[in-house]
């Protein structure tokens, strides 16, 4: 069976530091794979999605960046964080090709200060 | 492109009740439509969908209903329990855009 993993599940970090979070895909190969942001209250907002290694898509022009380095590994990154980066972020994947169902890791609580 | 309009925002219930809520869909081309659970500081989590060929869908307590001409769908929760709080989103995936793409999110409250 397919299974998410998603790290870290909360992270404090200062404005100005840099960001690295992970999502690794188990159980499956070649998904989508997408980032959704999650501010307090709020719905879900659509960061990068990535059909395949190398190909990374934005939604939202913003001081985040997506990396695909493997085939079920997606890196979500940023260089200086800023206090409106605060949220809950979500890694997600979808079977190839039908893009419908969409699987959610556990989250990662990211708060900067 | 798609978009997803979702009511209510909030909404309260007494244990027992039923609840429901609504989206509307503008892409005609739309053809999936599920429904997501997210607990308080978890994960969004699928508990039904209707593909468009498709009126009605039930699964025990939850219902989801499919108005494809007046593109809109619902989502309904019969005898609710405490542990039905939670947050729901609508969504709704266009096969143009081949993409989904959610509602603002219904936060439900079953007061006991």
């Known amino acids: 069976s397919q299974t998410i993993h998603q790290w870290p599940a909360t992270l404090v970090q200062p404005v100005g530091s840099p960001l690295s979070l992970e999502c690794t895909v188990e159980?499956?190969?070649?998904?989508?794979l997408y980032w959704y942001r999650q501010a307090a209250g709020r719905g879900l907002q659509l960061l990068f999605y990535?059909?395949?290694?190398?190909?990374i898509s934005s939604e939202v022009p913003q001081n985040l960046s997506a990396s695909r380095p493997q085939d079920r590994q997606f890196i979500l990154s940023s260089k200086k964080l800023l206090l409106s980066d605060s949220g809950f972020y979500l890694c997600a994947w979808s079977v190839q090709g039908t893009n419908e169902k969409l699987f959610f890791g556990s989250g990662t609580q990211l708060s900067v200060l | 492109g798609e978009n997803v309009e979702q009511h209510p925002s909030t909404l309260s219930v007494q244990e027992g009740d039923s609840a429901v809520i609504k989206c509307t869909y503008s892409?005609?081309?739309?053809?999936?439509f599920p429904w997501y659970k997210q607990e308080l500081g978890k994960r969004p989590q699928l508990i039904i969908d209707i593909r468009s060929n498709v009126g009605e869908k039930k699964d025990q307590r939850i219902a989801v209903t499919l108005n494809k001409t007046a593109k809109h769908f619902s989502l309904h929760i019969t005898e609710t329990q405490p542990e039905d709080s939670a947050v729901y989103f609508c969504a709704a995936f266009s096969g143009s855009a081949r993409q989904l793409t959610f509602g603002s999110g219904t936060q439900l409250t079953v007061l006991p």
């Open positions: 159980g499956t190969s070649n998904p989508n």
């Open positions: 990535s059909v395949g290694i190398g190909q």
């Open positions: 892409d005609s081309a739309s053809n999936y």
